[in-house]
């Protein structure tokens, strides 16, 4: 496995990086290559790629759908990160797990993982091979003990073969586990959406779209910037006055950080309701009104969203007709991520 350093993305960053060449779309007043691929990031994180790959990836998967690696037997990653959404939770504000607990935060999608410098709302994990241990352990998700779920893993048969395959033993133990959730998320890659295929130059975008890039580009992305539609930093975006939850202060203890939170990437972002880091709203239309009219003042607030942005009701949808076109069915369907 390989780690890489992922330079700092200054919040300016236009939508993509790209040189001009003769193959390139102007789009939204950014230079759009013809292979957008050019435009990712360099991976913080590279799967294997030795001839043990997909058996890796098959052992990571069945581990992923596996509901035995929970307290109670009934919850798996999927029961929170389902493919038709984009790997998130449509149906829950905030996650649940075992007992039907309820945690604190809603539970985000799972896709172009392996450019994330850090994990969590918080940022409170900074690596693809650990980020599983939160919701295994975490008593209202999995609940589960790491020691614990390596003696069900090595009592359950059909793990032994695979393992076999993947490492060439059947030792099973918790690193392994982890590698393999590892490379079948690192492998999760969503970059084939009608957007992607417009900067691509292989299908048009219609009027309202078009205006809608134009509008993001001038009012959204200074934070959702980039080929991922993210800066990976951490803001308050004016949620509330009174901050209850720390957000990336309960990582660093800075009160500068208080009730700041992630910037989430916007790919797939019409399938992956509810938003916010509580999911606290259901459509789009609300997540735009709140920045339209809704921003609190704090101490912390963004300096970037102080007054709001100003949108027409036009305006607002337009955008959003434009973040429908970041949706990546193909990614959503792709039987390599489905249930074993």
Known sequence: MCIKKLLPICSGLVLFLASCSEDSAQVGGTQLAGDERRNFPEAVYEPDRSQRANDLFALGRKLFYDPSLS???QVSCA????????????????AHGVAGRLGRRNAPGIFNIRWVPDFMWDGGINHIEVLPVAPLTDPVEMAETLENIVIKVD??????PLFERAFGSDSI?????????AQF???????????DRYARGEEDLNADQKKGLALFDQHCSSCHSGALFTDFGYRNNGLDSIIRDPGRMG??????????????SLRNVALTPPYMHDGRFVTLTEVLQHYRNGIKPS???DESLRGGITLSDQEAQQIIVFLQTLSDVSFTNDPRFSQP
Not at 79 to 94: E, G, K, M, R, V
Not at 173 to 181: D, S
Not at 187 to 194: I, K
Request: charged share 25%.
């Open 185 to 195: 998320m690192g492998e999760m890659d969503s970059r084939n959406s009608l957007f």
């Open 155 to 160: 009592g359950n048969p059909d793990y032994s």
């Open 173 to 181: 133990t918790m690193p392994r586990i982890l590698k393999a959730f």
């Open 71 to 73: 307290a109670d037997d």
């Open 251 to 264: 990582i660093t203890g800075l009160e500068s950080d208080r009730g700041k939170f992630r910037t989430p």
């Open 299 to 301: 101490a912390t607030l």
């Open 79 to 94: 029961t929170c990160h389902l493919q038709y959404a984009a790997f998130s939770d449509p149906s829950h504000p905030i």
